[in-house]
C-alpha cells in the first residue's frame, strides 16, 4: 500500500461472502483504474473461505488502500451498512464481489459530475451508467439520452428503464438512507434508491459502461425465495405504498407489486418470520389492487412451493 497520504475521493465498497474465487476479479479491476484517490473496504459477512488470507496479501501490495473488516453473517444490508459507515470517500462505489470496474470507470464519473453547475450538485445523489456483460453486450436497457438528470424513480416507472444499472453515490446521501436491518433476507436495492428519490435527489445518467457483470447463480442478489420474503415483501409494499404517484406512467408494475405483496405476505406467515414493521397499507388504491391481484398472488405462491419442494431442500435463511 502507497497511497496513505492520498486524499481519498472514492471508496469502493465490496460486500463478500464466501467469494474468495471471485475476490481477484475485483481487485484486478481496481488495480487498472486511471484513479489512484480511492480506497478498497471490504466488508466480509462471515465468509469461512481463504476471503480473510486473500485481502490481507492483497493488502500489503495494493497501489491504494485497503481495508477489511469481518462480521458474523448478517446479510447483504448488513455488511453494506457497515461499509457505508466505514468509508473515508466522498463518493461509494458498491461493486460486488465477483464483478469488476471499466479501467476509467472512476475518472469518467468524476469528470461527469464536475459537469454538473457546482450551485447545483447539493440536489444530486450522484452518476449512473450502464453494465456490459463480459462479452461487452449492454446489461438492460440504456437511458433515453445519452445525458439526463432524473430521480431513479422517474427513470424506472416514467421512463420504463430496465436492467442493471451502476454508478457512484454521495457517501454523505447513503449514510442518511441506510437498509433496514430488522427485516430478515435480502433487502432488494430499490428499498434505498426508491427513498432517496422521494425524498427529491437526482441522478445524472450516462449512457457509458462503467461496469462489467458476471452473473453467478450464488449472488446475494439472486434470492428469491422464501427465506427472503420478509425483504420482497418490503419492496412490494413500498412501491404500493410509497410509489404510488407513478402508478399512471406504469400501472403494470403495481398490478404485480400488488400480487407480490399477496405471495411474499404468505410466505412470511407460513415459515413464521418476523414480519417487517409497518407493512399495512393506507393508500386506497394500493387496496383495491392487491384485492384485485390477490388470486394472482396466491397462483404465484403455489407456484413457489411446488417449485421449492421439486428442490427437495428449503433455502436457508442467509447466504
Known amino acids: 500500500m502507497n497511497s496513505g497520504d492520498q486524499a481519498i475521493s472514492f471508496t469502493i465498497l465490496t460486500a463478500t461472502y464466501n467469494r474468495a474465487h471471485t475476490l481477484g476479479r475485483v481487485y484486478r479491476s481496481l488495480c487498472l483504474q486511471s484513479r489512484r484517490d480511492l480506497e478498497w473496504v471490504v466488508v466480509d459477512d462471515g465468509s469461512t473461505d481463504n476471503t480473510r488470507e486473500l485481502i490481507e496479501a492483497w493488502k500489503r501490495h495494493a497501489p491504494f488502500t485497503v481495508r477489511y473488516f469481518w462480521q458474523p453473517n448478517q446479510h447483504k444490508k448488513s455488511a453494506f ?29 468524476g469528470e461527469i459530475w464536475l459537469e454538473i453547475a457546482p450551485e447545483e450538485r447539493e440536489r444530486y445523489v450522484g452518476v449512473t451508467g450502464l453494465c456490459a456483460r463480459a462479452d461487452g453486450t449492454v446489461v438492460g436497457d440504456r437511458f433515453p439520452r445519452d445525458t439526463m438528470d432524473a430521480t431513479s424513480l422517474d427513470m424506472h416507472f416514467r421512463h420504463h428503464v430496465r436492467g442493471e444499472k451502476f454508478g457512484c453515490q454521495r457517501a454523505s ?43 453467478s447463480t450464488d449472488s446475494y442478489s439472486r434470492q428469491v425465495s422464501a427465506a427472503n420474503a420478509a425483504g420482497l415483501l418490503l419492496i412490494a ?83
Not at 94 to 109: V, Y
Not at 275 to 303: E, I, N
Open 237 to 319: 409494499h413500498e412501491t404500493l405504498e410509497h410509489n404510488v404517484a407513478w402508478f399512471r406512467y406504469r400501472p403494470s408494475a403495481f398490478l404485480m407489486a400488488a400480487a407480490r405483496y399477496t405471495r411474499f405476505s404468505i410466505h412470511v406467515v407460513e415459515n413464521a418470520y418476523p414480519r417487517p414493521v409497518g407493512m399495512h397499507l393506507t393508500h386506497p388504491l394500493s387496496k383495491v389492487l392487491v384485492a384485485a391481484m390477490a388470486p394472482v398472488g396466491v397462483a404465484l405462491y403455489l407456484r413457489d412451493r411446488r417449485t421449492w419442494r421439486n428442490r427437495s431442500t428449503r433455502p436457508p435463511m442467509s447466504g
Open 81 to 109: 451498512n457497515r461499509g457505508v459507515r466505514e468509508s473515508r470517500g466522498e463518493w461509494i462505489v458498491a461493486l460486488d464481489s465477483d464483478d469488476e470496474l471499466e479501467p476509467r470507470a472512476l475518472q469518467r464519473m
Open 173 to 215: 446521501v447513503l449514510r442518511k438512507f441506510p437498509f433496514r436491518e430488522d427485516t430478515a433476507g435480502f433487502v432488494p436495492e430499490g428499498s434505498v434508491w426508491g427513498a432517496i428519490a422521494r425524498a427529491g435527489y437526482l441522478t445524472r445518467y450516462v449512457n457509458e459502461v462503467f461496469r462489467v457483470y458476471h452473473d
